[in-house]
């Protein structure tokens, strides 16, 4: 079981860490004022959205409050930041949200370098657009992100090539473990470029691969798997990253939120 860190910012656990709503897209797709009342239930403050639930932000937002929370950050599939990056910006700004960001790449796991400059082009003028309604644009990476590139890997391209100014990074660190990969290396090497974080703990003896697929069975609540949190939360911390969300993708994501919160609230924020 991973350890609990003992630096950081001193606050409680909903100060900083808010619940992704993809953890609970089955209940959220029929039922968003009940999903949204779990959510609250649980003691969060803040969430991050998919989309928007086929609603105008007004609504949205409106059911947000209703159940006292805040949307912080979106995710928003890659096709709409390319061909629709203004109005991702006009209803990012509308939702009062401070991030906005691609989950993924349309080639996945067969990404190549041509996929990866598109990408770049992509990235750069969506980043530039969004950070003229002040709000921060991100790339979410899966894994195959790093696969060899020259003398480092695509993920090292993607950041390279895109500009820091309009361009930044959330770390899920399942995903990042998952690929093989060291998340305090990633902090240190790309600093502020990271501006958020997806909490999700790893089975131990998962094995690793450069690929956005893993078995249900290696999704097990935080604090009981393989990633030290302690580790982990405090070099989130001093590169800057002030937002955490769980993202549970488990089969039984409710259960295993119910049991990932107690681990969170004896870390220290």
């Known amino acids: ?59 949205l937002t409106t059911e947000l409050h209703n159940h006292q929370l805040t949307a912080i950050s979106v995710h928003f599939p890659y096709d709409r930041f390319r061909d629709d990056p203004e109005g991702i910006a006009s209803e990012a700004e509308k939702l009062g949200l401070k991030f906005a960001g691609c989950p993924s790449l349309p080639q996945k796991d067969k990404l190549d370098l041509a996929g990866c400059q598109d990408a770049v082009k992509v990235f750069n003028r969506a980043g530039e657009i969004l950070a003229r309604h002040n709000i921060q644009f991100f790339y979410h990476p899966h894994g195959y992100e790093f696969k060899p590139h020259g003398d480092g890997t695509f993920f090292d391209l993607l950041a390279s090539e895109t500009n820091p100014k309009f361009v930044h990074f959330q770390m899920d660190v399942f995903w990042i473990v998952h690929a093989g990969q060291d998340p305090l290396q990633l902090f240190r090497k790309y600093g502020a470029r990271w501006v958020s974080m997806h909490l999700k703990d790893m089975k131990q003896g998962t094995p690793t691969a450069l690929t956005s697929h893993a078995e249900k069975s290696a999704f097990v609540p935080i604090g009981q798997g393989q990633i030290d949190f302690s580790a982990v939360v405090q070099a989130a911390h001093k590169a800057g990253i002030k937002w955490f969300f769980i993202e549970d993708e488990s089969a039984t994501p409710q259960r295993s939120i119910a049991q990932s919160i107690p681990y969170l609230q004896k870390l220290r924020w």
């Open 1 to 59: 079981m991973a350890g609990l860190a003992t630096t950081g910012l001193a606050g409680e656990w909903n100060d900083q860490v808010g619940l992704q709503l993809e953890s609970l897209k089955s209940i959220m797709a029929r039922d968003v004022p009940g999903t949204l009342q779990i959510v609250h239930d649980f003691g969060f403050k803040f969430v991050e959205l998919v989309g928007d639930y086929h609603l105008p932000p007004e609504a």
